[in-house]
Structures are given as structure tokens and as C-alpha cells.
């Protein structure tokens, strides 16, 4: 298995600020990367993706990717109760369908 | 985006069945669909990969014997777990990918050998 590092958590934010999840990868091979949510006892569903270096904005969710750091990380503003969830990152390599997943992320948006 | 039908939900088995698996994705066709394994509290690990009308590829570690994948058609593949222990209770999960970059997940099984 590829390795992909999270810091499992908690990480714990108030209603309204700013989460930010982090991701580091070892393959300098990976091409692909994403960020999925996963709620307890459910499959994971896609949140992000990003490809090249920089940021990708998607509503609320900021993608940021630096290649030669390899480091991937997810930012959500404004958060809210429901984004309480585990973050999945995810990389693939030059085929894209083959994921490799981190350990992820538990967030807890607190009311 | 693209759906993945994975079925049955959950099942409960008892030690030394065999339990079936059916990953199907609903509108499009895969030649490539991925099995995962999810521990409690821990991350997707990718068991296989299922290739249409060829063999499976088993990631290290993995048996084949264990974990038999068919894949019978562009649109479905099987995971039969083969002689099941307790030890093989866990959350199976299925992937697919249209062809583009993004993959969509099976609605996971929950298995518990008892």
C-alpha cells in the first residue's frame, strides 16, 4: 500500500470558522488527489479533487496542492454540524482509477 | 454523478459459509472496479482490483483463495468471501470509475461472521 498520512483527530471547530485537513503522500508518482466524507457506517462519498499545484475552490471546500511538499490539504469555511465527518485523502497514481487512502481525518463541527 | 449499486447492505454469516458480494455499477460500464476493506476507525484498504473478462489483481497480503473476485461483465464484479472466520468481520467496499478521473463508491456491506 501506497502511504498516505492523516492526523486522525479529532479536530474540533466551532460552527462558522475554518477547518483545515492535511494530507502528506510518499509517491512523488501520484497524479490524482481528492478528499472524500465519510459518515459513520457509510461509504465514502467525493468531496474534491485537484491535479495540479495551487487551489481549487468548490462552494465552501478550498483544495490546496503543493507537489513538491506533497501535501494536499482541504479547507471548509464556514463550517457547520453536518460537515461533522471523517476526511478521507485519497491519491492515485499515473492510472487514475487505483486510489490509495489516508487513515482520515474525524472533524467535529460543535453547535 | 455516477451511481454504484453494491448489495446485500449487511449480512451475518456463520464460520465456514461463504458469503457473496455483488458490485454493480448502474449507468455506465467499468472494465476496472476496485474492492476495499474498512476496519473500525480505520482507513479503506484496497484489497484488489477486478478486472472484466481477465484475472484479479490482489494487492500484498491479500489471498486469492480467501477472497475469490469475479468480474462477469462491464457492469458487475463479485467478491466471495470463502470460508469465513470471525477474523474477516469487516466493511467491504466497491469502487468504479466511468473512465474519468473520479471514482464512486458502493454503498459498502457490513459483514459479520459469527
Known amino acids: 500500500q501506497k502511504e498516505v498520512e492523516q492526523n486522525s483527530g479529532p479536530l474540533s471547530v466551532p460552527e462558522g470558522a475554518i477547518a483545515s485537513l492535511n494530507c502528506t503522500y510518499s509517491?512523488?508518482?501520484?497524479?490524482?488527489f481528492f478528499w472524500y466524507r465519510q459518515y459513520s457506517g457509510k461509504s465514502p462519498e467525493l468531496i474534491m479533487s485537484i491535479y495540479s499545484n495551487g487551489d481549487k475552490e468548490d462552494g465552501r471546500f478550498t483544495a490546496q496542492l503543493n507537489k513538491a511538499s506533497q501535501y494536499v490539504s482541504l479547507l471548509i469555511r464556514d463550517s457547520q454540524p453536518s460537515d461533522s465527518a471523517t476526511y478521507l485523502c485519497a491519491v492515485s497514481l499515473y492510472n487514475f482509477n487505483k486510489f490509495y487512502f489516508g487513515s482520515g481525518t474525524k472533524l467535529n463541527v460543535k453547535p | 454523478g455516477a451511481v454504484v449499486s453494491q448489495h446485500p447492505s449487511r449480512v451475518i454469516c456463520k464460520s465456514g459459509t461463504s458469503v457473496k458480494i455483488e458490485c454493480r455499477s448502474l449507468?455506465?460500464?467499468?472494465?476496472?472496479m476496485f474492492w476495499y476493506r474498512q476496519f473500525p476507525k480505520k482507513s479503506l484498504m484496497l484489497m484488489a482490483t477486478?478486472?472484466?473478462?481477465?484475472?484479479?489483481?490482489?494487492e500484498q497480503g491479500v489471498e486469492k483463495d480467501k477472497f475469490l473476485i469475479n468480474h462477469a461483465s462491464l457492469t458487475l464484479s463479485t467478491l466471495t468471501v470463502t470460508s469465513a472466520h470471525p477474523e474477516d468481520s469487516s466493511f467491504y467496499i466497491c469502487?468504479?470509475?466511468?473512465?474519468?478521473?473520479?471514482?464512486?463508491f458502493g454503498q459498502g456491506t457490513r459483514l459479520t461472521v459469527v
Open positions: 477486478s478486472n472484466e473478462g481477465s484475472k484479479a489483481t490482489y
Open positions: 509517491d512523488r508518482g501520484s497524479q490524482s
Open positions: 469502487s468504479a470509475s466511468p473512465g474519468v478521473t473520479e471514482a464512486f
Open positions: 449507468d455506465f460500464q467499468a472494465t476496472t
